[in-house]
């Protein structure tokens, strides 16, 4: 039967399994050839513009390469956004999808390199947290992207650490990003052993879940073939979290729920959104402030315990930090606060004005997106305080992840800077909390969008449509916005 509000999602007939599994290994196998023949390899020089790129050697064949493994990739995941077969089907084809591009150089980014370099840095005395990898006299920096060469490590103290342990266990730059590989898989694969767990917990069937969070191309290309830190700071997001679900209200278990998470921020800032949402997973029955109070202080003690260890393990504070603001240094259109600024900015050039308006509109949607985190947080408490009764205890999971989810979809949507890779986040949590299969498409197409963004060498393609992009970005945010205020304003004549 199917769920209130969704599309039918009944059996999936083999024929059409079948046909979306291996149209989806030849994508891979298509993507990992386009690698060996222009990805993201050491001693590639970087493109500057596409006409670049079509010169290059074998440019022809790397994008042609690119482009039908990604439209197959990515066209056989969209196929089954209803829900794979089973969950084990599910999490077969994703790992036989993954096989290939294991076998890939660094695909669709650079940053992998820079994880070494950064990595390289601290363990030879110097702190990444204060210089970039070309004044610390990392010997690979000509590998890494240009605009992050002089950037110092905008990533917690935690993935640091395992950076200098990839370096010095990797005895050189192959070696390192081999292990830098290796790191991420484990964080895949640690996301993917807590897909199920969450998704029972919410009401949510695994298959679907696993499916959309697992299968999806960003982490087949940029989690497992670009090696992205990202990989690890989730798969210690989402195992915290399970068990929260698992065992609320037990003070080990919240203390060491609490380590996992803090470990989560240690890799990347951004995971510090859902520890409100955490806190809520962690009550057991009827919500209340003195309940929310002691196992929340648990939980933060964790949290705390993990961050000052780490801190004090590598020698390092807290100037990671200062690091994150860097991140905005690059102006693309993929960032709709950026997107806006940069149209306001092309309106002043008509009129011989230079507005400047980029900063002051990323800093209003941090504003922004303060408020509504708030906002999610109180809607999130205030169901599940309604929601204490034992008969629906399935529901009060789902609203703190679903709050967790959409938390991390404001932020990555109202941060000053986004990559195709940040997208991995939101998705997880949303697909384990999403009860209602129609709701999924909202956050499915963009991942799909988000999956042609870049080129194999780490290209970003939103650097040669700036001018156009933004525009496009821009009405599509002034068409939200519309719909949002048409649909509150029925809301309250109701």
Same mark, same amino acid.
């Given at each position: 039967?199917?769920?209130?509000?969704?599309?039918?999602?009944?059996?999936? %007939?083999?024929?059409?399994?079948?046909?979306?599994?291996?149209?989806?290994?030849?994508? #891979?196998?298509?993507?990992?050839?386009?690698?060996?023949?222009?990805?993201?390899?050491?001693?590639?020089?970087?493109?500057?513009?596409?006409?670049?790129?079509?010169?290059?050697?074998?440019?022809?064949?790397?994008?042609?390469?690119?482009?039908?493994?990604?439209?197959?990739?990515?066209?056989?995941?969209?196929?089954?956004?209803?829900?794979?077969?089973?969950?084990?089907?599910?999490?077969?084809?994703?790992?036989?999808?993954?096989?290939?591009?294991?076998?890939?150089?660094?695909?669709?980014?650079?940053?992998?390199?820079?994880?070494?370099?950064?990595?390289?840095?601290?363990?030879?005395?110097?702190?990444?947290?204060? &210089?970039?990898?070309?004044?610390?006299?990392?010997?690979?920096?000509?590998?890494?992207?240009?605009?992050?060469?002089?950037?110092?490590?905008?990533? $917690?103290?935690?993935?640091?650490?395992?950076?200098?342990?990839?370096?010095?266990?990797?005895?050189?730059?192959?070696?390192?990003? &081999?292990?830098?590989?290796?790191?991420?898989?484990?964080?895949?694969?640690?996301?993917?052993?807590?897909?199920?767990?969450?998704?029972?917990?919410?009401?949510?069937?695994?298959?679907?879940?696993?499916?959309?969070?697992?299968?999806?191309?960003?982490?087949?290309?940029?989690?497992?073939?670009?090696?992205?830190?990202?990989?690890?700071?989730?798969?210690?997001?989402?195992?915290?979290?399970?068990?929260? &679900?698992?065992?609320?209200?037990?003070?080990?278990?919240?203390?060491?729920?609490?380590?996992?998470?803090?470990?989560?921020?240690? &890799?990347?800032?951004?995971?510090?959104?859902?520890?409100?949402?955490?806190?809520?997973?962690?009550?057991?029955? %009827?919500?209340?402030?003195?309940?929310?109070?002691?196992?929340?202080?648990?939980?933060? $003690?964790?949290?705390?315990?993990?961050?000052?260890?780490?801190?004090?393990?590598?020698?390092?504070?807290?100037?990671?930090?200062?690091?994150?603001?860097?991140?905005?240094?690059?102006?693309?259109?993929?960032?709709?606060?950026?997107?806006?600024?940069?149209?306001?900015?092309?309106?002043?050039?008509?009129?011989?004005?230079?507005?400047?308006?980029?900063?002051?509109?990323?800093?209003?949607?941090?504003?922004?997106?303060? +408020?509504?985190?708030?906002?999610?947080?109180? %809607?999130?408490?205030? #169901?599940?305080?309604?929601?204490?009764?034992?008969?629906?205890?399935?529901?009060?999971?789902?609203?703190?992840?679903?709050?967790?989810?959409?938390?991390?979809?404001?932020?990555?949507?109202?941060?000053?800077?986004?990559?195709?890779?940040?997208?991995?986040?939101?998705?997880?949590?949303?697909?384990?909390?999403?009860?209602?299969?129609?709701?999924?498409?909202?956050?499915?197409?963009?991942?799909?969008?988000?999956?042609?963004?870049?080129?194999?060498?780490?290209?970003?393609?939103?650097?040669?449509?700036?001018?156009?992009?933004?525009?496009?970005?821009?009405?599509?945010?002034?068409?939200?916005?519309?719909?949002?205020? +048409?649909?509150?304003? %029925?809301?309250?004549?109701?």
């Amino acid at each position: 039967m199917s769920e209130p509000g969704a599309v039918p999602d009944g059996p999936v %007939r083999p024929v059409a399994a079948a046909l979306a599994r291996y149209a989806g290994l030849a994508g #891979a196998v298509l993507l990992t050839v386009a690698g060996w023949l222009g990805g993201a390899l050491p001693d590639t020089p970087a493109v500057t513009s596409l006409g670049d790129a079509w010169r290059a050697p074998h440019g022809p064949a790397v994008l042609g390469c690119w482009l039908v493994g990604t439209v197959l990739l990515v066209g056989a995941w969209w196929s089954l956004r209803w829900g794979a077969p089973s969950g084990r089907w599910a999490y077969l084809t994703a790992g036989l999808w993954a096989l290939p591009l294991l076998a890939a150089p660094p695909l669709g980014s650079r940053d992998v390199y820079s994880y070494a370099c950064q990595g390289w840095s601290w363990t030879h005395g110097a702190d990444p947290y204060q &210089v970039g990898v070309v004044a610390a006299g990392c010997p690979w920096a000509d590998s890494v992207s240009p605009i992050w060469r002089d950037t110092p490590a905008p990533y $917690g103290p935690f993935f640091v650490l395992l950076a200098g342990l990839a370096v010095l266990l990797g005895g050189g730059l192959v070696g390192a990003i &081999v292990l830098l590989r290796v790191v991420a898989v484990a964080g895949v694969l640690l996301a993917a052993s807590c897909l199920p767990g969450l998704a029972r917990a919410a009401g949510v069937p695994a298959r679907r879940a696993v499916w959309l969070a697992l299968a999806c191309p960003l982490v087949g290309v940029h989690l497992v073939a670009g090696a992205h830190n990202d990989a690890v700071g989730l798969g210690l997001l989402l195992s915290g979290l399970l068990l929260l &679900v698992r065992r609320p209200g037990r003070p080990r278990a919240l203390v060491v729920a609490g380590v996992l998470l803090g470990l989560a921020v240690a &890799v990347k800032a951004v995971a510090v959104v859902v520890l409100p949402f955490a806190a809520l997973v962690a009550v057991p029955g %009827r919500h209340t402030w003195r309940a929310l109070l002691r196992d929340g202080g648990r939980l933060a $003690g964790g949290v705390l315990a993990a961050l000052v260890v780490t801190s004090l393990a590598t020698g390092l504070g807290p100037g990671w930090v200062r690091g994150v603001a860097r991140s905005g240094d690059s102006e693309q259109w993929t960032s709709p606060p950026t997107a806006v600024g940069l149209v306001v900015d092309y309106a002043g050039a008509l009129v011989g004005r230079a507005p400047g308006a980029v900063p002051v509109v990323r800093a209003v949607a941090l504003a922004v997106l303060a +408020v509504l985190l708030v906002v999610l947080w109180w %809607r999130a408490w205030t #169901a599940s305080r309604r929601w204490g009764d034992v008969r629906q205890a399935a529901a009060q999971p789902r609203v703190a992840l679903a709050g967790a989810g959409l938390a991390l979809a404001a932020t990555v949507l109202l941060a000053p800077v986004f990559h195709p890779w940040y997208a991995t986040w939101p998705l997880a949590l949303l697909a384990v909390a999403t009860v209602a299969v129609a709701r999924t498409v909202w956050f499915v197409a963009p991942c799909a969008v988000a999956s042609v963004l870049t080129l194999p060498d780490g290209t970003n393609l939103a650097r040669f449509t700036k001018a156009p992009g933004a525009i496009l970005m821009t009405a599509l945010v002034v068409a939200v916005v519309v719909v949002a205020a +048409v649909r509150a304003r %029925r809301a309250r004549r109701r």
